[in-house]
């Protein structure tokens, strides 16, 4: 069983940048998809960025699409969310979350195929 550590949040400016960071531990990192959510205050969690086990496909959501980039370093046991052009509206807490799947070029959009998640880390956008 896998343990996901999200780290990298933190306070910035608008227009700012930010790398999140998740480390895996306990269990075979290449063989999750791996996907980065979001919640807001009062607001439901939400997928922004996904990537297969393989690297080689990505999924963004439309509100970081062209300003975030997903991606992820197996032998490292780590995926990245690298946050550029950053809005106030980017403000909430982000986890990432593991996919047990057989396919290495498929990515879910669906919360519920996410059976690992970290902790979070809070991620603050000032204006």
């Known amino acids: 069983q896998v343990q996901l550590v999200e780290s990298g949040g933190g306070l910035v400016q608008a227009g700012g940048s930010l790398r999140l960071s998740c480390a895996a531990s306990?269990?075979?990192?290449?063989?999750?998809?791996m996907g980065w959510f979001r919640q807001a205050p009062g607001k439901e969690r939400e997928l922004i960025a996904a990537?297969?086990?393989?690297?080689?496909?990505?999924y963004y959501a439309d509100s970081v699409k062209g300003r975030f980039t997903i991606s992820r370093d197996n032998a490292k046991n780590t995926v990245y969310l690298q946050m550029n052009s950053l809005k106030p509206e980017d403000t909430a807490v982000y986890y990432c979350?593991?996919?047990?799947?057989?396919?290495?070029?498929?990515?879910?959009?669906?919360?519920?195929?996410?059976?690992?998640w970290g902790q979070g880390t809070q991620v603050t956008v000032s204006s």
């Open positions: 990537i297969s086990r393989s690297g080689g496909t990505t």
């Open positions: 306990g269990g075979t990192f290449s063989i999750y998809a």
């Open positions: 979350a593991g996919d047990p799947t057989l396919y290495t070029t498929f990515v879910t959009t669906n919360p519920r195929d996410y059976d690992y």
